[in-house]
């Protein structure tokens, strides 16, 4: 016969206060063999330990999780669980609560959770709280493997600035595993922090009023990030460092600079991701970042679609840059890279080069812009080949300060000015380029 002690635990709960109380040791019969017990049981309000073996009760969650052996599945009903102290945990436990919305785990101190273990910590259809004021991280990962599913992150804060706190879901060291359909929201740093040598597989997330950033990967960092929405927070997906995640079909869309935003030594491939409507940029590279940067779509962006800036050389290839208050791709600083086959259309320029910077620019479409199609100012260098330039407000290409770019096989037709434009210092090379149907077909100011 099997005995099970059953002790319930206090859950805070909006309306009611419900009250511990010990009950009695049941006696049940043993199942028959053939009978299936349950994984997972849901006790409202106690916090239920599974293992293998045994299934028990207990009166606090820090008790469970002490007392309950590696692998165990500890089942938490509807309510706040608060915590006295953060939750060290530094074995395989599996967390599972009711809903989202209805569970919650919520501390006042330097993190509300902590895993530093070699096997898997999951929690699924939790909200994860900290009420620490004065600096914190929700829920830190450091070690092992994780999976969270359907989890809220937040509450994280920051006064101090920096980046040891203010994250909701703090990932580090050499720690891998999953976020799914998740929501980080409300933290004073980024939502998700993914740090160190650590590798996350990000999906069907949703991050927003994160002051710095959605998501965060940082130094050497790795991992997907796919399909997930990174909206109103202080940028949507920031990559530091030399991380180099591929990030795809992500939504960063509404942040307070850029959509995605590279700076450092970061890198990887950016795919197709819709990064619209944000009060600076679409996609932001800068220090000496260098992704590729692949079949995006940057519109609407109040400054510009695509900037590359400082010594990044990013490569861009197919992406589209459109209605954008600024230049569809802008390059400055000394930035450099390749540009191939990107369409730039009713933006206010298509395409600025300016500062020293010198890239490549190959057989873009840079249509139906409000002013130029493509434009060479300060000193600024680089090649421009077999690019479409037509049908735009002013020029198809201009020049001026010292810019002396090399000009070659490009098409500049339809504009309402002239099809090359050089004035003032500017200069270099042009060569079998086609200026058709405009006012004027080169311009050259004495």
Known sequence: MTRVYVILICATVSVTTLTCCPLLPLAYPDPPEDAEIPLEVTVVPPSLVESETDREAY????????????????????????????????????????????????????????????????????????????????????????????????????????????????????????????????????????DGESQVTLEDTVCTDNDFAGVFFNNEAIGVARGNTCSENGNGIVLQGTAQPTLENNICRGNDFAGIAYWEEASGTALQNDCTENEWHGIYAGGESQPDLKENTCEDNLHCGIVVDEKAWPTLDGNTCSRNGGPGILYSGDASGTARRNTCSENYHGITITDQAYPTLEENSVKNNGEMGVVYTGAAGGEGRRNVCSKNGRHGIYLDGQAQPTLTDNVCADNKEAGIVYLEESGGTASNNECTGNDIGIYVAE
């Not at 991280?137 to 969270?148: D, K, P, S």
Request: proline letters at 2%.
């Open 59 to 194: 009166v606090t969650l820090e008790e469970a999780v002490r007392k309950a052996p590696e692998g165990a599945t500890i089942v938490l009903g509807l309510g706040t669980y608060t915590l006295e102290n953060p939750l060290e945990i530094d074995k395989s436990i599996h967390l599972v609560g009711t809903a989202m919305e209805g569970t919650e785990i919520s501390a006042r101190g330097t993190h509300t959770i902590r895993y530093r273990g070699d096997g898997l910590f999951s929690a699924k259809d939790i909200t994860f709280d900290n009420q620490m004021i004065s600096g914190s991280n929700t829920v830190i990962v450091e070690e092992g493997e994780f999976e969270f599913i359907r989890c809220r992150f937040t509450g994280a804060t920051n006064p101090q600035g920096g980046e040891k706190h203010g994250s909701g879901l703090w990932i580090s060291g050499s720690a891998s595993g999953t976020v799914q359909g998740c929501t980080a929201e409300d933290n004073e740093l980024a939502g998700i922090h993914v």
